[in-house]
């Protein structure tokens, strides 16, 4: 599995807002590729793994979705993709700074 980048940074951003980022990535082994689960380091970040296997050369997608509603300042979510894959799991990480509106 080859992410084309596996961190992303929201910016300055108001509390509250909710905001998602799209990893891509591209299933770079011989065999299909199977997302088993995704899993945050806070409950403030959700992610969607795609459902179907991934094929051998084809691109698939995690969304990520960050709430800011009870954050303030700095933030750094890392969400952990477990796969079939080797190695695994992978580490998709979001940031975020955090202001009151």
Known sequence: IK?????????TVMQGEKLTHTFTFTNTGKSVLV???????????????PRAPI???EKGKIDVTFDSKTKMGDVENKVRVASNAYPSPA???VKAHVIKQ
């Open 91 to 93: 580490v998709l990480t």
């Open 55 to 57: 094929k051998p050369g």
């Open 3 to 11: 992410f084309d980048h596996t961190s992303y940074d929201f910016g």
């Open 35 to 49: 997302i088993s689960s995704t899993s945050a380091s806070c409950g403030c970040t959700t992610s969607t793994p």
